[in-house]
C-alpha cells in the first residue's frame, strides 16, 4: 500500500510539472505572437503592392502574400513584402 501512495505522489509531481511547462510554453508563444504583432502592424494590399519592386505583377504579388499566410499562419495583413520566411518560422 505504501508504495502505491509513493507511485501515486510520484505522478502528481509528473503531471504538475508537464503543466508548468506546457503553460509556460503557451505563455512564451503568446509572447512571441504579440511580438511578431506588435512589429508588423497589418498593411492594406495597395500600401502591399507599393512597397513590392517596381515590375512586380500585382496579382501574383497578392497571390505570393496569399500563399505566404496559409503556409506559415500569420495573417495576410501582416505579411509584408519584405517578410523573410527564415525570421517567421
Not at 504579440?34 to 497578392?62: H, K, T, W, Y
Request: hydrophobic letters at 50%.
Amino acid at each position: 500500500m505504501e508504495f502505491l501512495l509513493q507511485l501515486a505522489s510520484l505522478l502528481d509531481l509528473v503531471v504538475w510539472v508537464v503543466r508548468k511547462v506546457y503553460t509556460a510554453h503557451l505563455r512564451a508563444v503568446q509572447w512571441a505572437i504579440a511580438e511578431f504583432n506588435a512589429a508588423l502592424p497589418p498593411m492594406s494590399d495597395e500600401e502591399f503592392l507599393r512597397q513590392c519592386s517596381s515590375g512586380v505583377s500585382p496579382e501574383i504579388a497578392l497571390r505570393v502574400r496569399a500563399i505566404v499566410s496559409e503556409s506559415l499562419g500569420i495573417d495576410y495583413e501582416r505579411v509584408y513584402p519584405h517578410t523573410n520566411v527564415v525570421d517567421c518560422c
